[in-house]
């Protein structure tokens, strides 16, 4: 009964300031690009709806500077904290792959499609290679960093699952962008997939040493998968 009512009052007060946000950003983005707009409108209003679902934000470790990138944040997936700890704690824009269903979510998904994010299949491994191929564009063109889940959806036990390798080839085809180890803790107790219900607590970004194209350009996509993996596990305990 409390959880429900918690879970209610969160959603009473997270809604139309999510909605306000996401009206805020494709006003602008017919403006201006959102690259313009990220800062500090992502990070604040993220920390804002964390803090409206009585969730106490910290970050952990170094954000790599934005001069030395592009990079690519690979984080472990555990619920749909996930975004606003991210955008909460990167003062720079990210560009982001996400799974094709988000976009299919009333506002936030026309929201991503302006904000210029990359719709991917879990379905169809041709399809998923030919997103990946076009969103080479965020990194080698446009030099901007972006955010990819190696894992591809929301964890359903709490444990980190298999990293899939298409964001290893992704990496390694372009040669250009450190991976950014990111260990994401305290969002699968605070939300969990397929529940509406929201507990009070504290959510952790933790950021890694960046693993440089030198550091990977020898390692095989498997040997890169593994690595990334490890460092992300060492993040979360």
Excluded: C
């Excluded at 918690?6 to 009473?12: K, L, M, P």
């Excluded at 934005?66 to 904290?81: A, D, L, R, V, W």
């Excluded at 498997?222 to 993040?235: A, G, M, Q």
């Amino acid at each position: 009964m409390i959880k429900t009512l918690i879970s209610a009052i969160v959603f009473f007060l997270f809604l139309p300031l999510f909605g306000l946000v996401m009206i805020i950003g494709i006003i602008f983005s017919y403006i201006t690009h959102s690259r313009n707009l990220y800062y500090p409108l992502i990070p604040l209003s993220s920390r804002l709806l964390m803090l409206v679902s009585f969730q106490w934000f910290s970050v952990k470790g170094q954000v790599p500077k934005k001069e030395n990138g592009p990079y690519i944040f690979m984080f472990n997936h555990e619920s749909m904290f996930d975004v606003f700890m991210l955008g909460g704690s990167i003062p720079y824009y990210v560009n982001a792959i996400g799974w094709e269903g988000i976009f299919k979510w009333p506002l936030f998904g026309f929201f991503a499609r302006r904000y210029g994010a990359y719709a991917i299949t879990h379905d169809n491994t041709d399809k998923a290679r030919e997103t990946l191929k076009a969103a080479e564009k965020i990194l080698v063109q446009d030099g901007d960093s972006m955010l990819f889940s190696p894992e591809g959806q929301r964890t359903l036990t709490g444990e980190m699952g298999e990293f899939k390798k298409g964001g290893f080839h992704f990496a390694k085809s372009t040669n250009v962008a450190s991976i950014v180890p990111v260990g994401l803790i305290g969002a699968y107790r605070a939300n969990v997939r397929n529940s509406w219900i929201v507990n009070p607590g504290k959510l952790t970004t933790v950021f890694g040493e960046p693993i440089t194209p030198e550091d990977y350009k020898d390692l095989t996509v498997e040997e890169l998968r593994d690595l990334t993996k490890k460092r992300v596990s060492e993040l979360l305990v």
